[in-house]
């Protein structure tokens, strides 16, 4: 248990110490009491730049800033939390959310207008007629003001975009400079949006090879996910989402010996009624138990062969069957108490082991109506009954009338007749009729006609964006507006093959394409671009397509060819409601700029995201193409305008991250390994960026920011580097001015430099405790260095800590030849130390582990003489290991980064403030606005996040991880040698 003052609990038996606001002056006083005279965002602090706009004292320079003492007031409006509940969040936050967003108002950059840029080049150009090729802040905050129409402008705001824009810091922008800012920012807006949109299949697909070369007829999908599909010669098979087969029938008996055999050509489902519903050549439509694949019904003696067959329920117990056949026909049957329909039929005398009725005995029941539409002069390609606009919808690849929308039931002439028909049947009388063959044709006012180069073989109708998509012959995708035939709202051009299947995902604004070809096309509907293609090569799909279908439940596409493939799409992760992530990927690293009050965080995936550090809400997004690397570590220049970043790729870039820009990359001639890390330093008024990693030597290269090369090459190696140098990669580095550097690498050895001589100071080998020399696969790595200054307690001027072994950290004495002082053990559960970072005083050390917790220690107790430095106060901060670790000490906050996806902001004494992306805004000097007593809700229902227990210990079984070692290094004692 953690000792002091500051007891944080990050467990769901945990206790959540709060307390009650009761006034502005309660809030402010403990405000100013830990704050001090800093600066704080929201105060005022009058500048002595003078942008020449008339002012009068005391007024607000912008009037819509609220003051500081109305924007607590608001916020208290809400009381704070006192439990973790987690659904009353979103809504309790909302509305401080709102209040704090209230005292923002757009960026001067999105207030620009094409006249305002015309405006802003004339004034430019006329500093440049008087001899200033570039201006002073001064002068650009004269230019916006006049410019934009904006006197009222805070200069602060004017300040920051100029910083932007000056990322060299040489205080003075040209035209040139500024619409470079302009153009790049635009260009990442744009690309974020379309990185936002992008999908992709998971390739090659996985297949399911039972084929037999027979082919499939149709596939749907059950709402659990269960992929049914019929193959022309009646083999039913039922599978996973997975094509994990389930259960498997041959439906069709074998006939006598002198007949053909029979076949199928299409079926669907009839989900409400745990049916089956199958077409065959022998004009037929039968009807299994989906459940156990056994014979119920079939009607019989149609006229014509059914080619395509669709069902639909359509509420109170009624439902739809239409079928469309070689004549150009669609017919129609609706069905009325269908289950008592189809129980009475399922009585009637078997033919073929299956209850059997005539089409034309089955249309004098008073429940079924039954009208057929000649539609078409050629085949029905594709027949569909779309309840949301009650309408049917069919396609023939003849071109007068390549798709129709048209109604069920005639609304002219014959509306009457059948009205009579009904009010027979509600009487209880039987219909007098005899069933006609002979099909209507429908009035003009009763439907609509496209007509299409090549005519249709597909398409798919969506309500929500009222779209209409056919693909056909002629390789094209049409998109329709289906209230008007006249001419389609776009042409989606990309396939070389004819188009065999469409389907519209109206949750995601997509439509899927097919060809014959076996290409596959993913698309956006309101970009009318296409977002993903896999050709037959990288899916694997070989063989003729006989049918495909996508299941928006499990978000898959089944294509039927030589075998049955499924196309899975890559899905962002989807946490859970109650999680708040602020990236899609493992953050690798994170950092804060105090130039722009801004955190920067950096993954796997290549995104560098920009943070407002008094909100948490995002700001900008770069990054994230296919040519970027991998993000491994992150860096800021000395005047934390520029961003440095190194990658897996070998590869150093300097960026303009308020743009996106890449100003430079530094990279080596030969062989390129991964980056580890790297810093920024300043040695006798040079600048430098040095980066370690697999290369196993320290690459240094000069700051230059008026060198117009985009690609630097490296400095020469230090010869002792060459030579004496690390044996295994370098995992890290520290600096600690004027002239030392520390190394650390994978086996555990670290290395002191002289960064003026470039001459080895002193090595430095981990010790290894006595229990542990021989044990196997030890993890010896050192990820994590830090420096300390003017230990008097141990009489050092210059010590070094190390993460070592299970745990420990390690400390050092870097000028008596790099003599081992002590070492403790940090983690509670043994757990490697992946981040160390230290308030500016060198008064308290946080250390961070491979599963989430921070430690922290006071730096004045590592005295030999104590027992143990205990730590101070430790709480969960992530899940997963902390890859980023730094201390604010002007805001007496703790920034956090871990690869569970989130970056997260804490109080010095660990109580949680909230995660970047989150909703809810929140005021760093101001409590109220946190999440605290709120903890992270996946760190507070994870199993490591609960309090010791013996009850508990004893009933599971413990990994190390999970149970710490009770003895005296688990407390933390100092091992002196």
């Known amino acids: 248990m953690p000792l002091g003052k500051n007891i944080r609990w990050s467990s769901a038996s945990g206790r959540l110490e709060t307390g009650h606001v009761t006034s502005i002056l309660s809030e402010l006083g403990g405000t100013v009491e830990r704050t001090g005279n800093r600066s704080r965002p929201g105060c005022r602090v009058e500048k002595t730049d003078d942008f020449s706009v008339p002012r009068r004292v005391g007024v607000n320079e912008d009037k819509k800033e609220q003051p500081e003492w109305l924007v607590r007031e608001l916020l208290k409006q809400n009381r704070r939390r006192h439990s973790v509940t987690l659904g009353d969040t979103a809504q309790s936050m909302s509305q401080q959310h709102h209040n704090i967003d209230s005292t923002g108002s757009l960026k001067i950059d999105e207030k620009i207008s094409l006249e305002n840029l015309q405006q802003l080049k004339l004034a430019f150009e006329e500093f440049e007629t008087g001899g200033l090729r570039c201006i002073d802040v001064n002068n650009f905050g004269r230019i916006v003001k006049k410019c934009l129409g904006l006197p009222n402008t805070s200069n602060a705001e004017i300040r920051r975009l100029f910083k932007k824009i000056d990322y060299s810091g040489q205080g003075k922008i040209s035209w040139g400079e500024f619409c470079t800012h302009m153009l790049q920012e635009y260009k990442e807006k ?28 149709n596939i749907h999908s059950t709402s659990d996910g269960t992929v049914v599909t019929v193959r022309e010669d009646g083999f039913v098979s039922l599978c996973s989402p997975e094509l994990k087969p389930q259960k498997t029938k041959h439906m069709f008996n074998e006939g006598p010996a002198n007949r053909k055999s029979k076949w199928a050509s299409d079926f669907t489902l009839m989900v409400e009624y745990n049916k089956l519903m199958i077409t065959t050549g022998d004009r037929e439509i039968q009807l299994y138990e989906l459940s156990t694949l056994e014979p119920y019904c079939q009607i019989n003696a149609l006229d014509t062969i059914p080619l395509t067959v669709d069902y639909n329920y359509t509420g109170s117990d009624k439902c739809c069957v239409l079928y469309g056949d070689t004549e150009g026909c669609v017919t129609i049957i609706l069905i009325s108490s269908v289950g008592d329909t189809l129980r009475l039929w399922n009585k009637l005398p078997k033919i073929e082991n299956i209850p059997t009725i005539a089409i034309d005995i089955a249309v004098l029941s008073p429940n079924v109506t039954f009208v057929r539409w000649k539609v078409h002069h050629d085949w029905v390609t594709q027949a569909k009954y779309f309840p949301s606009f009650q309408a049917v919808v069919s396609s023939s690849n003849e071109e007068s009338s390549s798709l129709v929308i048209g109604c069920i039931l005639p609304l002219t002439d014959a509306e009457q007749e059948l009205n009579e028909i009904r009010e027979a049947c509600y009487e209880g009388k039987t219909k007098n009729i005899q069933l006609c063959w002979t099909p209507q044709v429908r009035a003009s006012c009763d439907q609509t006609v496209f007509s299409i180069y090549k005519g249709v073989k597909t398409f798919d109708l969506c309500q929500k964006h009222s779209l209409l998509a056919t693909g056909g012959m002629d390789r094209l995708i049409r998109l329709w507006n289906p209230h008007f035939s006249g001419k389609p709202t776009g042409v989606l051009k990309g396939h070389s093959a004819p188009i065999i299947f469409l389907c519209i995902s109206s949750e995601d604004s997509q439509i899927f394409s097919v060809s014959n070809d076996n290409t596959v096309k993913i698309w956006h509907i309101e970009d009318q671009c296409c977002l993903f293609t896999a050709d037959p090569k990288e899916s694997g799909i070989h063989g003729d397509i006989s049918a495909c279908s996508y299941s928006p439940a499990v978000k898959c596409l089944y294509v039927a060819a030589d075998c049955l493939a499924m196309l899975s799409l890559k899905l962002r992760p989807r946490l859970h409601s109650h999680l708040m992530a602020s990236h899609n990927e493992p953050v690798m690293c994170c950092g804060f700029s105090e130039e722009f009050r801004q955190v920067v965080s950096c993954t796997e995936g290549s995104v560098v995201k920009v943070w407002d550090f008094d909100s948490g809400h995002q700001v900008f997004e770069f990054g994230g193409t296919h040519d970027l690397s991998s993000i491994t570590c992150m860096t800021f220049d000395l005047k934390g305008r520029r961003l440095i970043t190194g990658g897996t790729d070998g590869c150093l870039k300097i960026w303009n991250f308020n743009n996106g820009q890449c ?299 999970r149970t710490p070692v009770r003895d005296e290094a688990d407390r933390g004692e100092v091992k002196t040698l």
């Open 663 to 961: 100003l430079k990359t530094l990279k080596k001639d030969s062989e390129c390994h991964e980056v580890c890390d790297c810093i920024f330093l300043k040695v006798h008024r040079k600048s430098y960026v040095m980066s370690v990693g697999r290369a196993r030597r320290i690459d240094i290269y000069l700051d230059i920011p008026e060198d117009s090369h985009h690609v630097q090459k490296p400095q020469p190696s230090w010869q002792d580097d060459l030579k004496n140098g690390h044996k295994d990669d370098i995992l890290c580095i520290a600096q600690c001015p004027p002239s030392l550097l520390a190394t650390s690498s994978y086996n555990g050895e670290i290395i002191v430099w002289n960064v003026i001589s470039g001459r080895v100071q002193c090595r430095l080998v981990s010790p290894l405790a006595a229990q542990h020399q021989n044990a196997d696969a030890l993890d010896t790595s050192v990820p994590s260095i830090i420096f300390l200054k003017n230990l008097q307690q141990l009489s050092l001027t210059t010590a070094l800590l190390s993460s070592g072994a299970k745990g420990c950290v390690n400390l050092w004495n870097v000028l008596c030849g790099g003599k081992f002082v002590s070492a403790f053990k940090a983690s509670k559960f043994q757990q490697k130390i992946t981040k160390m970072a230290k308030t500016d005083k060198d008064m308290l050390l946080y250390a961070a582990d491979r599963i989430g917790y921070i430690y922290v220690y006071s730096i004045e107790k590592f005295a030999p003489e104590q027992i143990s430095p205990r730590a101070e106060n430790f709480w969960r901060a992530h899940t997963s290991t902390i890859t980023g670790l730094q201390v604010v000490d002007n805001d007496q906050v703790v920034l956090t980064s871990s690869t569970d996806h989130t970056v997260r902001l804490w109080s010095a004494q660990g109580e949680f403030i909230g995660t970047f992306g989150q909703p809810e805004s929140w005021n760093v000097h101001i409590s109220s606005s946190w999440m605290h007593p709120g903890v992270p809700f996946e760190v507070l229902i994870d199993p490591l996040s609960m309090p010791d227990n013996e009850i508990l210990n004893a009933k599971s079984c413990h990994s190390d991880a």
């Open 190 to 217: 744009e690309e974020t949006a379309r990185r936002s949109k992008q999908v992709a299949f998971i390739l090659p697909a996985t297949m399911n090879a039972s084929g037999h070369g027979i082919s499939i007829v």
